[in-house]
């Protein structure tokens, strides 16, 4: 069996940026003295939800990038995917860094671009992910 090599590093770089995150949510429920929820507090909601996003789309990427790596995708491949699905997710994750953007108010170009090339990475990633194993298994 073939140890994923290239998913074991996209998962420890993505598990740090996870720790960061989380991190920031933490620091700001601490500053604001925000237990639980959000407390109507626009900041700490985009937070969070900037935090979740990446555990929903991370953990279901590492797992298929392992599968991908271990089964017919070629290395280069692999690693091509994983770069793409990386660079999105910080991308992605500096764009829901404001408030700017949501709630109504106005947000920069530059946020829109990152937030949009970030939902586009992570789209992609997937979708040439699935297409690799399905077209290597039949």
Known sequence: ???????????????????????????????????????????LERKIRRHGNLAENAALF???????EMTVVPNDVV?????VF????????????TVSG???????????AFRAIGALATFGSFIALGSYLLAGIF
């Open 1 to 43: 069996m073939t140890i994923p090599i290239i998913a074991a590093a996209a998962g420890a770089v993505l598990i740090i940026l996870q720790a960061i995150l989380m991190i920031l949510v933490g620091m700001h429920r601490i500053r604001h003295r925000v237990n639980l929820g959000t407390g109507d507090d626009l900041a």
């Open 62 to 68: 590492i797992v298929m990038l392992a599968l991908a």
């Open 79 to 83: 690693r091509i995917i994983a770069i």
């Open 86 to 97: 990386i660079v999105g997710r910080i991308l992605h994750a500096i764009a829901l860094s």
């Open 102 to 112: 949501s709630h109504g108010a106005e947000t920069g170009k530059i946020f829109q």
